[in-house]
């Protein structure tokens, strides 16, 4: 499979816990970006990283939220003490590098459900 | 900050209509615009993909215009097919990230 994998696919939890999300890139991409997603709305901005670099980070990451991607390959974002606001779809994309004409394409998504 | 938006919101046809669904954004900065499509529940499909420097792509039924002076973009959608609903997004590259607008929900009627 040559696609960007997500996992899990879906996840519910309870306010207050703690859930962590895996994102596998494309082999040879070394951008790879995080987004969220809530229900009517088109997906925000959240995180990028050039290899295992996180590049910048939207003020939509608060303290609770943390991402890494050790040795430049998958990259999983983790929410702490997790809110009902925080239910949404989260996306990865990756992409090559570059500011320039570089397509992202994206994975399945995880839905994140707190109740 | 780049705006994106999306008119209209929802969009109802009878199979066989052409679709027209538009984009308008308030940065001409940009590097490219992608038009993707979402099924409910899921994730993001690429249809299209435009560069700054093109006026227009092409694949199969589906033609994207993008004016990038004005500011707009265009999906035409031909001969519409029940499988055509879905969620349509168009997003603009600017700096490294993508600013989405909210899409245009379509319901092709059989």
């Known amino acids: 499979d040559t696609g960007v994998s997500q996992n899990p696919r879906h996840k519910i939890t309870k306010r207050g816990q703690n859930v962590t999300f895996r994102c596998d890139p494309i082999s040879e991409h070394n951008r790879l970006y995080w987004y969220r997603q809530t229900l009517g709305q088109g997906p925000e901005f959240l995180t990028y990283f050039q290899n295992e670099a996180q590049l910048e980070k939207s003020r939509l990451l608060s303290d609770r939220f943390s991402a890494e991607r050790p040795k430049g390959s998958f990259s999983t974002l983790e929410i702490q003490r997790t809110e009902q606001g925080d239910s949404a779809m989260y996306l990865c994309?990756?992409?090559?590098?570059?500011?320039?004409?570089?397509?992202?394409?994206f994975g399945p998504g995880t839905r994140l459900t707190v109740t | 900050k780049q705006e994106v938006t999306q008119i209209p919101a929802a969009l109802s046809v009878p199979e066989g209509e052409n679709l027209v669904l538009n984009c308008s954004f308030t940065?001409?900065?940009?590097?490219?615009l992608q038009w993707f499509r979402q099924d409910p529940g899921k994730g993001l499909t690429s249809l299209l993909l435009?560069?700054?420097?093109?006026r227009e792509q092409t694949s199969g039924r589906l033609n994207a215009s993008l004016d990038k002076s004005s500011g707009r973009s265009t999906l035409y959608i031909a001969a519409s097919q029940p499988g055509d609903s879905a969620t349509y997004l168009c997003?603009?590259?600017?700096?490294?990230?993508?600013?989405f607008g909210a899409g245009t929900t379509v319901t092709v009627r059989a």
């Open positions: 997003a603009v590259k600017y700096d490294y990230k993508l600013s």
């Open positions: 435009i560069q700054s420097s093109q």
């Open positions: 994309a990756s992409s090559l590098p570059g500011r320039g004409s570089y397509e992202q394409y």
């Open positions: 940065d001409s900065a940009i590097y490219n």
